[in-house]
């Protein structure tokens, strides 16, 4: 099985329902074809580089897949007609297809104590950068009007 990515752009026109469905029937194209479906990112609405049906955005989804190679021609005739679909692109991918993420448990208490001793000392080190930012600076204004008083006298 080869190991693929679909980029779709969905219509900004369609509210979520019709958007979620239009996503769900392009994973339904690709567990028909015997596919197995990986993660699905979703970015959100973007701005399209150019105008595509007279819409200046759209929403972009990508679904990582792993499928059979004849899979990838007939879900490109699949999407070819999906309603809702400014445009797409099917690409084999040479990576791994990122596994479902599983939720995120809570924070062990070493780690929230590891963070909670980092802060302060990151505070110092911002406070010591001003303070270098600040000496700097002055050292600068310093030099300005050395070279300003030489060249009125």
């Not at 990576?95 to 104590?113: G, H, I």
């Not at 505070?123 to 270098?132: I, K, L, S």
């Amino acid at each position: 099985m080869n190991k693929y990515e679909l980029a779709l752009v969905v219509s900004a026109k369609l509210d979520d329902e019709a958007r979620a469905a239009v996503v769900e029937r392009a994973k339904g194209y690709i567990t028909r074809y015997e596919g197995v479906i990986g993660t699905v990112e979703n970015w959100g609405k973007r701005k399209l580089a150019y105008e595509i049906q007279k819409q200046p955005e759209g929403y972009y989804y990508f679904i990582h897949f792993e499928a059979e190679p004849a899979c990838a021609p007939a879900l490109e005739k699949e999407m070819r007609i999906l309603d809702g679909t400014l445009r797409y692109l099917i690409v084999r991918s040479d990576e791994e297809v990122p596994a479902v993420e599983a939720p995120e448990e809570e924070t062990a208490p070493e780690a929230v104590e590891a963070e909670e001793e980092a802060v302060p000392e990151a505070a110092e080190a911002v406070e010591e950068a001003v303070e270098t930012v600040e000496e700097a600076a002055e050292t600068a204004e310093a030099a300005a009007e050395e070279v300003t008083s030489e060249e009125n006298a």
